[in-house]
């Protein structure tokens, strides 16, 4: 079966600390994973791909294919990072799957 | 922002209604995909429509239908309406037959409350 889980429905770090949001996937293929983010009164909108190995906003993310994960880092969290984010996964040719989101909120 | 819009922004329906939900595409978009934003959940991918053709569905029932226009705008329709249908619905366009994320953007969505 095709699944994304986000173990996490919140997360709260002080600004400065590392941020970790977790995100495994089930897929039998080669698999293509996304993080998506959206910011408050904002639309959904990409954030990175793994295929491209991207640093965006300071964020990264390393597909790991032995433990089927895909966690998006930073090192430094800051108030603006606060959002909704969600990991998805290419299921097929026109589909996105999607896990259940991650709120981050960055105290100050 | 981007230049995809959906009307209405909110709707309030009655178990067993029809609904008809707009989407306008980016300029120059010919790919709409739609899904449904459960309370608490993230997207759940409807259909897809390319150039006017049903192309990719998930697991929803028929009742869920759509329409692409010639100049790729969209509809959702859903007969028969049920609680459990009361959600976000988005609609995304993008460049291209599948998933091109890279080129697809999201509009603001619906929230379709059914009672």
């Known amino acids: 079966a095709q699944r994304v889980t986000q173990p996490e429905k919140l997360l709260s770090v002080f600004k400065g600390a590392p941020v970790e949001l977790k995100c495994n996937y089930s897929?039998?293929?080669?698999?293509?994973l996304f993080w998506y983010v959206q910011y408050s009164r904002q639309r959904l909108q990409l954030l990175l791909r793994h295929i491209s190995r991207e640093s965006i906003k300071g964020f990264t993310a390393d597909l790991n294919k032995g433990e089927t994960s895909f966690h998006l880092k930073k090192p430094f969290a800051q108030e603006e990072d606060s959002a909704m984010y969600y990991c998805?996964?290419?299921?097929?040719?026109?589909?996105?799957?999607f896990g259940s989101g991650t709120r981050l909120l960055v105290r100050p | 922002e981007t230049g995809v819009t959906q009307s209405p922004t909110h709707l309030i329906k009655t178990r067993g209604q029809q609904v008809t939900l707009r989407c306008s595409s980016q300029s120059g978009h010919n790919t709409v995909s739609w899904y449904q934003q459960a309370l608490g959940q993230g997207p759940q991918f409807i259909f897809q429509y390319y150039r006017e053709e049903e192309n990719g569905r998930g697991n929803f029932p028929p009742r869920f239908s759509g329409l692409q226009f010639p100049n790729y705008s969209s509809e959702l329709n859903v007969n028969a309406l049920e609680l459990d249908d009361s959600a976000l619905y988005l609609c995304?366009?993008?460049?291209?037959?599948?998933?091109?994320?890279?080129?697809?953007?999201f509009g603001p969505g619906t929230r379709l409350l059914v009672l």
């Open positions: 995304a366009s993008s460049v291209g037959q599948g998933v091109t994320p890279k080129t697809q953007y």
């Open positions: 897929y039998s293929g080669s698999p293509e």
């Open positions: 998805a996964l290419r299921g097929g040719s026109y589909k996105l799957i």
